[in-house]
């Protein structure tokens, strides 16, 4: 009795250090597979930080960053439904023994401010980072010791089936993303958001309160100083940053800031309150933009003007890169400069088009599916386009749920009624113990 009592709690703790693990590494890896772009940002960032971001080509972060998504989300689907138990809970160890201490050394440094672990759905500080972390990484000890107890949802023999579509299912689902922008926008600048009122701070807000640190270094020793400390010249400057002092209330877009490139006015107020529609080609490197659909976005220009609405270009490039654009493509269009960090959080493309009016973003396409002359038939007033897009993220999760789960059920299912198992697998033989047996 007091061995069957022990086995109850190991196949209790098992499960839920498998079903903890399962869940987190499941929705890791699917928002950042849904922002695959967004994940990029965040290996560039991290690679710079370290001064390694020049040894590495493009296409290597592109592709570090699918196969990180895909890492985690298969091992969170085979441990949700308790197949490949040892492969999964082994992978789970490797993953968060090397995520771990990498993650230490992170929140101590602190070289980006955020991890990005969950992309822009849910963001947390290097520190919370880490804490998650050993917890999972305990969790994920506790699963691979015990793996023979974790109970099975699918039978041995459709394995593969979970394995191979759950790979497939991630992969497809980042390149579809990459190609159409993200399926679920996290980012402030979502489609439905009316930008001043995203800028605005309501009367009376407590703001958040940052302080200056001042690094500076007298007779071989390093010292931080504040403005009301600073000491005098016979200290020589080492570095600077700026804190936190006290958190207050902060505006969801901070830094939408448009100045015209030929005159170096800021347009930002004039843009925003337009009672017509404004077309926004965001593209934040204009040396990194694609240039395979410029004919098109050249025509929408051409339709913009000949409707008289606006049209901009936003980029972060400086003004020769601006010049080289305009004769590699015959841009007529005007320029405004921005800062390159919103400008990649506004759209997940190099470049998009984003249409907006009276600062309400109403539409945004990705270079691959931009609109033609089919879609823009009329005036913006009269066709579909000029309405905002139908978004419902609650049926894009449910579509979502419906794609990834209903295949692997099926077969399960299937699976159970009309597979018969003439000998039982070998470690669940090794898996009874008295007349408990967890794995039925």
Not at 47 to 64: D, K, M, N, Q, Y
Not at 339 to 350: A, C, Q
Not at 408 to 423: N, P, R, S
Request: charged share 25%; net charge negative.
């Amino acid at each position: 009795m007091k061995d069957k009592n022990k086995l109850i709690i190991k196949v209790v703790w098992a499960n839920i250090c498998r079903f903890l693990i399962a869940v987190v590494f499941t929705i890791s890896g699917f928002v950042k597979a849904v922002d695959p772009l967004g994940s990029v940002y965040k290996i560039q960032d991290y690679l710079e930080a370290f001064g390694i971001l020049s040894w590495f080509p493009s296409f290597f972060v592109f592709f570090l960053a699918i196969s990180l998504s895909t890492i985690e989300f298969v091992i969170g689907i085979l441990l949700l439904f308790g197949v490949r138990r040892g492969t999964a809970t082994s992978l789970a160890v490797l993953f968060m023994s090397f995520m771990t201490p990498l993650t230490l050394y992170l929140a101590i440094a602190n070289p980006v401010a955020d991890c990005g672990c969950f992309g822009d759905a849910w963001i947390l500080t290097n520190w919370q980072t880490f804490w998650k972390n050993v917890v999972l990484l305990i969790a994920a000890i506790s699963a691979f010791k015990w793996r023979k107890l974790i109970i099975r949802f699918i039978k041995p023999t459709s394995d593969w089936v979970v394995s191979l579509y759950g790979m497939l299912f991630i992969i497809v689902l980042s390149l579809y993303c990459y190609s159409r922008l993200p399926i679920l926008d996290f980012r402030p600048y979502k489609i439905g958001v009316n930008i001043p009122d995203g800028m605005r701070i309501p009367e009376g807000a407590k703001l958040t309160v940052y302080e200056s640190v001042f690094a500076l270094k007298k007779d071989g020793k390093v010292q931080e100083f504040t403005l009301d400390n600073y000491p005098d010249s016979t200290w020589t400057f080492v570095d600077a940053r700026t804190i936190v002092k006290e958190k207050g209330y902060e505006p969801t877009i901070q830094d939408f800031s448009m100045i015209d490139q030929e005159t170096g006015e800021d347009i930002t107020s004039d843009v925003l309150s337009r009672k017509s529609y404004t077309f926004l080609l965001v593209a934040h490197r204009l040396e990194e933009a694609s240039d395979n659909h410029i004919d098109l976005i050249n025509e929408i220009y051409d339709y913009a003007v000949e409707h008289e609405y606006a049209f901009y270009c936003l980029t972060a490039s400086p003004d020769y890169q601006i010049e080289q654009w305009k004769d590699r493509t015959g841009a007529e269009y005007p320029f405004c400069l921005m800062d390159d960090i919103t400008l990649k959080t506004m759209i997940r493309s190099n470049p998009g088009l984003i249409l907006m009016k009276e600062g309400t973003i109403l539409n945004k396409w990705s270079d691959a599916n931009l609109p033609d002359e089919y879609d823009l038939t009329d005036s913006l007033d009269k066709i579909e386009f000029g309405n905002p897009k139908d978004v419902n993220d609650s049926r894009t999760i449910r579509w979502v749920l419906l794609w990834l789960l209903a295949p692997i059920l099926i077969v399960g299912v299937v699976d159970w009624i009309f597979v018969k198992d003439d000998k039982p697998v070998a470690e669940e033989k090794k898996g009874k113990q008295d007349s408990f047996n967890p794995l039925k």
